[in-house]
């Protein structure tokens, strides 16, 4: 996880700023499938 920054966002038609971080993800892809990954990440997203 990355700090939380204030970044430009576009937002119906116009930019504003709001406060955005970067999430990350390791995995080993002989154990898990990337669809997997993507799915986990997705609910991470969806819960903050």
């Known amino acids: 996880?990355?700090?939380?920054?204030?970044r430009p966002?576009?937002?119906n038609?116009?930019?504003v700023i709001r406060p955005m971080?970067?999430?990350a993800l390791?995995?080993?892809?002989r154990i898990i499938d990337?669809?997997?990954a993507v799915r986990f990440l997705v609910a991470i997203?969806?819960?903050?």
Not at 1 to 6: E, F, L, S, T, W
């Open 13 to 15: 038609g116009e930019i």
């Open 21 to 23: 971080m970067y999430l």
């Open 45 to 48: 997203k969806e819960a903050i």
């Open 26 to 29: 390791s995995y080993d892809h």
């Open 34 to 36: 990337g669809q997997d």
């Open 9 to 11: 966002v576009a937002e």
């Open 1 to 6: 996880m990355h700090k939380i920054q204030d």
